[in-house]
């Protein structure tokens, strides 16, 4: 069983950039691909990007191509979202999970329910 920490959210002005970390327990981290994802408020959660097993493979929604980056360090554990040029849009908060290893970890979902071991969340705020 992995356990996920996420921080690293904050309130900045538009056009700010935040890096968001996902640090995790237990074992076997390295094996599992991981997704971000984001939930605004009186919204639904939604996907924002995902990263292979070995990073070799990333996937990102429309909105987060271009502005977004996600990369992991196996040997610390730890996944990450860079994010650049933010938008008031992108105000939310900010989750990590795992996909489900019943999918392979060479192979990238998006579904919320294709993703457990959801990490409590970081508020990310950006003002106009």
């Known amino acids: 069983q992995v356990q996920l920490v996420e921080s690293g959210g904050g309130l900045v002005q538009a056009g700010a950039s935040l890096r968001l970390s996902c640090a995790a327990s237990g074992r076997a981290f390295s094996m599992y691909a991981l997704g971000w994802f984001r939930q605004a408020p009186g919204l639904e959660r939604e996907f924002v990007a995902a990263i292979t097993w070995n990073g ?10 271009g502005r977004f980056t996600i990369s992991r360090d196996n040997a610390k554990n730890t996944m990450y979202l860079h994010m650049s040029n933010l938008k008031p849009e992108d105000t939310a908060v900010y989750y990590c999970a795992v996909q489900d290893p019943k999918f392979w970890s060479g192979t990238l979902r998006q579904a919320v329910q294709d993703f457990g071991s959801w990490g409590q969340g970081t508020q990310v705020t950006v003002s106009s």
């Open 56 to 65: 070799d493979i990333t996937y990102y929604t429309d909105s987060a191509k």
